[in-house]
Nanobody, 131 residues
Framework: QVQLVESGGGLVQPGGSLRLSCAASAFTLDYYAIGWFRQAPGKEREGVSCISSSVGIPYYADSVKGRFTISRDNAKNTVYLQMNSLKPEDTAVYYC????????????????????????WGQGTQVTVSS
């Protein structure tokens, strides 16, 4: 069964850090762009960061630039989101998604993140930033 499983969420104080993981099972992520999305209560889903399959070109939403870093380890079939300098407004359920890497890497991530495109989605992990 094709599956994406997120982990690493939790409660952290403002200014703290978390690293989220997105692990795939029953398929290889090698040919997929991966994205992290989040949704806070009462708000629309937001594309946080995406990464292309081959050369690993990243995309970041303006709200997280300079604080979040996306990376992938294809050998482990896992994508990570390192989140530093967390703010209360980062509180949300974070989801990862995978989309077949259909074209030029920059075009794929610049489409995937803003439009919320995904072939497969995980169930999400809660991130709460609070003192």
């Amino acid at each position: 069964q094709v599956q994406l499983v997120e982990s690493g969420g939790g409660l952290v104080q403002p200014g703290g850090s978390l690293r989220l993981s997105c692990a795939a099972s029953a398929f290889t992520l090698d040919y997929y762009a991966i994205g992290w999305f989040r949704q806070a209560p009462g708000k629309e889903r937001e594309g946080v960061s995406c990464i292309s399959s081959s050369v690993g070109i990243p995309y970041y939403a303006d709200s997280v630039k300079g604080r979040f870093t996306i990376s992938r380890d294809n050998a482990k079939n896992t994508v990570y989101l390192q989140m530093n300098s967390l703010k209360p407004e980062d509180t949300a359920v974070y989801y990862c998604a995978a989309v077949w890497d259909w074209g030029p890497p920059s075009a794929v991530v610049e489409t995937m993140c803003p439009r919320g495109v995904g072939d497969y989605w995980g169930q999400g992990t809660q991130v709460t930033v609070s003192s």
